[in-house]
């Protein structure tokens, strides 16, 4: 029986989803100081999100295996859909010569497609938060995740990149771990009283009015270490607490949100094409809040036949289903 859906963690997902794909489209889209409220937290935010459910399973292996179905298979798969197009693209673009494609064709795979970056350090997250768990107490984890937070954090900021995005890992542990934390308190479920929350939605948009700045992990663009964690804890926590009195959240927000990881692999292939076509076709409008919203429905619209596909035709490479099954042998391959 399949486990029921927490409605609310779908739309907070689909909000997180939906403003990646809008800073895809333009890093300036709503003006310095509205990007700068928004980039502080979205992507601290999936961190979050993701360690919500963080669990150990039967043990390293069976965690492992779960982690390479979930995460490394649609990595591979998306990879390799990113590198067919860009071959295509080039391709087509060199007048089919073979040889100029390939020496067209980027030498990092992730930059055929860039949001990946997510997955291979939502992996490592994973990873390092077990064996942190698995084998000190639950302080420690905290302190060690700080720590860690803070080598990544210095490497980073002085230009000091670790192999596969390791630095990053280390920086995004503390909003994983926020994730976890607040489900061992019984906060997913009930959060404090109505009271409480509008004094935080107050207080957090007073604050990011006049201290947020733009957090981007892939770049390393930080702000001092303080207000990197605060200001998007205290927002990620505020937005939870908010959405928990949705009762009927926006259906296609949270349709997005179910299916982010599909959204994610994808969209980049798109958002350069519709932001070109749209500035060209309508320079009068262009840099208006107006057509990031048009430009965002496209994606959207354009991601519901994806979503249908890749449901229907390889749900075992995209998460919806185990690609690698708990005593998986070869004779499962003929079923």
């Known amino acids: 029986m399949p486990k029921k859906r927490i409605v ?16 895809h489209l333009d890093n300036d889209a709503y ?11 979205r992507i601290p935010m999936y961190f979050f999100l993701s360690g919500l459910f963080f669990k ?47 020496s067209l064709l980027p ?21 390092i938060y077990y064996l942190l768990q698995k084998f000190l107490p639950r302080v420690a984890v905290i302190v060690a995740a700080i720590l860690l937070s803070a ?18 890992a ?24 109505i009271a409480v929350r509008l004094a935080m939605v107050v207080a957090v948009m007073v604050i990011l009015y006049f201290f947020a700045q733009t957090i981007n992990l892939y770049d390393r663009n930080y702000p001092s270490y303080l207000r990197l964690y605060v200001l998007p804890c205290m927002s990620i926590l505020t937005l939870m607490f908010v959405c928990q009195y949705i009762k009927h959240p926006v259906p296609i927000i949270s349709h997005c949100g179910r299916y982010s990881i599909m959204i994610l692999g994808t969209h980049a292939l798109m958002t350069g094409h519709i932001y070109a076509f749209f500035t060209s ?55």
Not at 31 to 41: A, K
Not at 170 to 179: E, N
Request: glycine share 6%.
């Open 107 to 127: 030498a990092n795979p992730i930059e055929n497609n860039v949001p990946l970056w997510f997955l291979v350090v939502l992996f490592e997250v994973n990873i």
């Open 31 to 41: 003006g310095v100081h509205t990007n700068e409220m928004l980039q502080s937290f």
């Open 281 to 335: 076709h309508f320079p009068s409008m262009d840099g208006t809040v107006w057509s990031y919203l048009i430009m965002l429905a496209v994606v959207i619209v354009l991601e519901y036949p994806i979503i249908y596909l890749l449901r229907k035709y390889a749900p075992r490479l995209t998460a919806q289903k185990e690609f690698f099954r708990q005593g998986w042998k070869l004779k499962d391959v003929k079923e």
């Open 151 to 168: 080598v990544g954090y210095y490497f980073g900021l002085h230009g000091r990149y670790f192999y596969l995005y390791l630095d990053i």
């Open 8 to 23: 609310y963690i779908d739309f907070m997902k689909g909000v997180c989803i939906l403003l990646v794909v809008v800073f």
């Open 56 to 102: 150990t399973y039967n043990g390293f292996v069976d965690f492992s295996r779960r982690k390479v179905n979930n995460i490394i298979v649609p990595l591979v798969f998306f990879l390799l859909l990113s590198f067919l197009y860009i071959f295509v693209k080039e391709f087509y673009k060199s007048g089919f010569n073979l040889e100029e494609t390939v």
């Open 170 to 193: 280390f920086v995004a542990m503390p909003f994983f771990i926020l994730g976890a934390e607040t489900r061992r308190l019984g906060l997913l479920e009930k959060g404090p009283h």
